[in-house]
């Protein structure tokens, strides 16, 4: 299924590596191993800027391992192209160029391909199995594999059974070949619109059950049945009591928690928790650092790019740490109990410098995000809790999926338990995407 991969080697630059590719050519990507999901990467595009792999995703994304000589390469980046304009950039192309010796950034100015492109991608081609151009890949928005040129089967193409493909010169079977994996990637594409198409509400919350996470010094989630079963006079019935803190799971925090004479859970004005809604996203950062603390300059990095966050705006920081769910150990820091655990927290949170800068110069609703406390974990004051409930700003903590929204155009609906004279509660939290 690979043997395209030696064809495309054939310059004397590239002849060492035949041997290699001999050797290692079983394929990578058998049709099997669809919607598994694509190894982790991270890497600087041609401008210098970070890309995570799949923390940075906004969703399906076209990957395309490449070289500037490869001639199936060239004959399907026009292809791609009319992809990204078809769907009007929603459909973005990572251009992973590798085994080149000219510079890639050049080459698809050239030709006008809007695609983003990062050089110095061989070691991204090894970890994900690429040996020979093209690797031509779609990948939903979590960076789960959808499609793969390598997953072809070659007597799958149209008129052209294997052995005569086979005699055909490298740019004649390049002219067959690429309108064929464009025509497959572009059915993978309308699959998985489709799909997310029915998708235009997220729920943001994690389900309350015996693995949910709390604050290590509260008892977790306890669901008792009352009666489960058939009844005396005939008809079936179920019915349970639950205990729960109120800061635990996917929860609010209403200002009370932190600032004393402030609204408690029923008192928050409804107009705080349902309303339009944005993404910061600092995944990138997290993963880097797992104390990361959200800065102004990430406000304003999102700002450059989407304008000023505008008035009762719910804001959502995206840290990555909601994938890590219900595993203590990697989503908090630690899986011990008790007041000593609280030390050996660590997880991303607001940065106290950023909490004052968003309730002194703009003027949000609420915000969010998808760690345990706004606070990062080796806080010891709570101090942008402090700064944020000062100002009735409430906050969602442990909230989920994430991910899977985009930065800007969508609405949330974010509805606590009416605890009168809570100071947080269980929250039911979705996003209405247009
Ligand atoms: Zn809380």
Same mark, same amino acid.
């Not at 998708?199 to 309350?208: G, Q, R, S």
């Not at 050996?344 to 309730?359: E, I, R, S, Y």
């Not at 969602?396 to 947080?424: D, H, Y």
């Given at each position: ?231 005396? &006079?005939?008809?079936?019935?179920? !019915? ?8 635990? @799971?996917? #929860?609010? =925090? *209403? ?77 908090? &820091?630690?899986?011990?109990?008790? !007041? ?8 991303? @949170?607001? #940065?106290? =410098? *950023? ?80």
């Amino acid at each position: 299924m690979l043997h395209q991969s030696l064809e495309n080697i054939k310059t004397p630059v590239k002849s060492a590596m035949l041997a290699l590719v001999l050797v290692f050519a079983p394929a990578a990507w058998p049709e099997a191993q669809t919607e598994i999901p694509a190894p982790e990467f991270e890497l600087a595009d041609s401008s210098g800027l970070s890309f995570h792999f799949p923390a940075n995703l906004d969703g399906p994304t076209i990957v395309l391992f490449w070289a500037s000589w490869c001639p199936y390469c060239k004959a399907l980046m026009p292809h791609l192209q009319s992809i990204v304009d078809e769907y009007q950039g929603q459909i973005p192309v990572l251009a992973l160029n590798f085994r080149d010796d000219e510079d890639p950034a050049e080459y698809l100015a050239e030709y006008g391909y809007d695609f983003r492109v990062f050089p110095l991608a061989d070691e991204v081609a090894n970890l994900w199995g690429v040996k020979g151009t093209p690797g031509l890949f779609l990948v939903d928005g979590s960076g789960r594999i959808l499609f793969s040129n390598f997953s072809i089967p070659e007597d799958t193409y149209p008129s052209d059974p294997a052995d005569e493909i086979q005699s055909l010169k490298h740019y004649q079977k390049a002219a067959r070949k690429a309108p064929f994996w464009a025509a497959q990637l572009r059915l993978a594409i309308d699959k998985v619109r489709e799909r997310t198409a029915d998708d235009t509400i997220i729920d943001l919350t994690h389900a309350y059950d015996a693995d949910t996470v709390y604050w290590p010094t509260a008892p977790g989630f306890e669901l008792e049945i009352d009666f489960k079963g058939m009844t005396d &006079g005939g008809w079936y019935y179920e !019915a349970n009591t639950f205990r729960s803190a109120e800061h635990g @799971g996917t #929860h609010l =925090d *209403a200002p009370i928690h932190f600032a004393e004479g402030k609204q408690h859970a029923d008192e928050i004005p409804l107009d705080r928790l349902i309303g339009p809604a944005v993404v910061v996203d600092v995944s990138a950062h997290a993963a880097a650092n797992r104390d990361y603390q959200v800065s102004v300059d990430d406000f304003k990095a999102w700002e450059a790019v989407h304008g000023e966050l505008p008035e009762g705006i719910i804001v959502l920081l995206h840290t990555g740490f909601g994938k890590l769910w219900p595993d203590r150990v990697r989503y908090m &820091g630690t899986d011990e109990r008790g !007041a000593d655990a609280v030390a050996l927290l660590h997880f991303p @949170g607001l #940065h106290p =410098d *950023a909490a004052a800068w968003l309730v002194e110069n703009r003027s949000i609703h609420a915000i969010g995000l998808d760690t345990p406390s706004i606070d990062y974990g080796q806080s010891e004051d709570f101090n942008s809790h402090r700064i944020l409930f000062e100002h009735n700003i409430p906050a969602f903590e442990n909230v989920a999926n994430l991910e899977r929204l985009p930065k800007i155009g969508f609405e949330v609906i974010a509805l606590p338990m009416k605890i009168r004279g809570g100071s947080g509660g269980p929250l039911r939290i979705v996003a209405i995407l247009p």
